[in-house]
């Protein structure tokens, strides 16, 4: 497994998404559903898209853990990447999240399966910073290259510098924030959607850096391991070009592929030159999203990946008593929907 590419996945089929609006004052990709559509009509398209999306990753032979969600107060739990991330070592982290409504999309449910299924040493929980305003939206507002120990980071509400260096000095992490604005003056919300850093390729709208020297600077480092750097533009970004994630799956014979994971909307906006590069080391698979993305994320923002060694499937050895009383009583799965 690339140190990079995630094999499994963590996705949250939640069955009463709407755009949310605790997070549109900052959100300048998020837009409204179209006039006259239900709620409900809402939720029930973007459904579809989630179960597409986990689909097309298992067929690309990554694991995928899904794990439903009815609460109709988290409309934006879809996006679990920005509460929690994971590292390998086993070592886990949990972010404060800005929109209050946001602060209980974090599930202990999704916690222990981790402890069950993968090697966790530490789990480090930043949450409590919430109600000092102090907050770190995971790998929305970090971009993390987890071969050369660098944390992009956007400056922004949802990524404060104190907690950024705070993760980088407990997880082994390079800070390198910078500023990055619209062609408005508005912030990037968050870093995850002008950036994607992959093993051998990265893409990012290097030119929505103001500073022309931390520019530089961004791009040396991206490239300093033989990394190529596909340059994106501002519009494709508003395509959500940017908000894609490097994924390790498997052929049907069993051997290693990589896949770049992005929206149809993403993959049409890139030009073929670009795709060239990125194909160069990565498979796209794009999937169709665009009621999720008017919630101003897209598939990179679905997924939270697990850089976690798995544990070992354990067979448990029957007594004759025991299998007896599986007979009468047979266990029944646990709900979780992993391939």
Request: glycine letters at 6%; charged letters at 25%.
């Amino acid at each position: 497994m690339s140190a990079q590419a995630p094999s499994a996945v963590i996705l949250v089929r939640a069955t009463n998404f709407v755009p949310n609006p605790a997070t549109a004052a900052d959100n300048a990709f998020q837009a409204e559903p179209p006039e006259g559509q239900s709620d409900d009509a809402t939720a029930a398209k973007a459904l579809a898209e989630m179960d597409a999306l986990a689909d097309a990753l298992r067929d690309a032979g990554v694991r995928v853990h899904v794990f439903a969600d009815e609460d109709h107060t988290r409309p934006d739990s879809v996006f679990p990447n920005n509460w929690l991330s994971t590292h390998a070592g086993g070592y886990v982290a949990v972010y404060p999240m800005y929109a209050s409504n946001r602060r209980h999309e974090r599930r202990a449910d999704v916690l222990e399966m981790l402890k069950s299924d993968y090697r966790v040493q530490s789990i480090v929980d930043y949450s409590g910073l919430e109600p000092d305003g102090i907050f770190l939206e995971g790998t929305g507002a970090m971009v993390l290259d987890h071969v050369s120990r660098v944390a992009y980071t956007a400056r922004s509400y949802r990524a404060d510098i104190a907690v950024l260096e705070r993760f980088c000095t407990d997880f082994n992490y390079e800070p390198m924030a910078f500023e990055a604005v619209d062609s408005d003056g508005v912030p990037v919300y968050h870093t995850n959607v002008i950036a994607c850093v992959g093993t051998d390729v990265a893409m990012i709208a290097l030119d929505m850096i103001p500073d022309k020297n931390r520019r530089e600077q961004v791009r040396e480092r991206l490239s300093v391991n033989g990394r190529r750097v596909v340059e994106l533009s501002e519009d494709q970004i508003r395509e959500f070009a940017g908000n894609a994630v490097e994924l390790c799956g498997r052929t049907s014979e069993g051997r290693r592929r990589y896949i770049m994971a992005m929206s149809a909307r993403a993959r049409r906006s890139l030009r073929p030159d670009q795709v060239a590069v990125i194909e160069e080391s990565c498979e796209i698979v794009a999937v169709d999203i665009p009621t999720i993305e008017l919630a101003g994320g897209s598939v990179r923002c679905m997924i939270a990946g697990v850089h976690l060694d798995r544990r070992p499937d354990q067979e448990p050895v029957l007594t004759e008593a025991v299998e007896a009383i599986n007979e009468d009583d047979p266990v029944t799965a646990d709900g979780r929907d992993v391939a």
